[in-house]
């Protein structure tokens, strides 16, 4: 499977912390992009990477891409309460479809 | 921002009844797909759909489902005879050229529910 697997499944932080999420996946891609979904709500696309850049910026948000380790992280520095959500990365493999993993539950706490 | 749009937000259908899901892609997009999350689950993909026809879809998406673009605007999901397995919620999706390192947008879904 191509799938991407996020890691942690969970994850329950202080408002003002800074919160780390990875992302694993099996084979070689096109680009990886980080969504975000609020309870019972849509996707919201927050950043692409491609598979020849290993870190990308947008505002709080840092994405690095190891492809030499089929991995990604998406750091969020200064979290705050609006950061609750489940976060999802998805590879564009070889197929060019993207392919989700289950996602983390990000709880930022006040 | 320019928005894709989906209704119904909810709808509840009876075991072999057929559903049609609406959704409005972003006016100058060329590549619409459909995916469905059920409940605590995987983002899955169903289908992928340009120049009126389908280019992509995935083991889910058989004889039971079907996409259609009857007008030009909107881009519709059917389920001939749902199943109780077909209850998620269903994410339409666009973008304007379908290129590898182009973002997909994504409405607010359709939760169906199969009783």
């Known amino acids: 499977s191509q799938q991407g697997e996020e890691d942690p499944q969970a994850l329950s932080i202080q408002e003002g912390e800074n919160a780390t999420m990875n992302c694993s996946y099996k084979?070689?891609?096109?680009?990886l992009q980080w969504y975000r979904q609020n309870s019972g709500r849509g996707l919201v696309h927050l950043i692409l990477?491609?598979?020849n850049e290993r870190e990308k910026h947008s505002g709080r948000l840092r994405v690095t891409l190891d492809t030499s380790k089929k991995s990604s992280s998406l750091l969020i520095t200064a979290s705050r309460a609006a950061d609750t959500a489940s976060y999802f990365c998805?590879?564009?493999?070889?197929?060019?479809?993207?392919?989700w993993g289950a996602g983390t539950k990000l709880i930022i706490k006040p | 921002e320019p928005e894709v749009t989906q209704t119904p937000s909810h709808q509840v259908t009876q075991m072999g009844q057929e559903v049609i899901l609406r959704c409005v892609p972003i006016?100058?997009?060329?590549?619409f797909y459909w995916y469905r999350q059920i409940l605590g689950q995987k983002v899955e993909f169903l289908v992928s759909?340009?120049?009126?026809?389908?280019?992509?879809k995935s083991e889910i998406f058989d004889d039971q489902f079907s996409v259609e673009r009857p007008d030009g605007s909107n881009f519709t999901l059917k389920i001939r005879s749902t199943k109780l397995e077909d209850s998620a919620m269903y994410f339409c999706?666009?973008?304007?050229?379908?290129?590898?390192?182009?973002?997909?947008?994504f409405g607010s879904g359709t939760q169906l529910s199969v009783l």
């Open positions: 999706a666009s973008s304007l050229f379908g290129s590898t390192n182009e973002k997909l947008f």
């Open positions: 084979t070689s891609i096109n680009n």
């Open positions: 006016s100058n997009h060329l590549y």
């Open positions: 759909f340009y120049n009126n026809e389908i280019s992509e």
């Open positions: 990477i491609r598979s």
């Open positions: 998805a590879p564009l493999g070889s197929n060019y479809q993207l392919i």
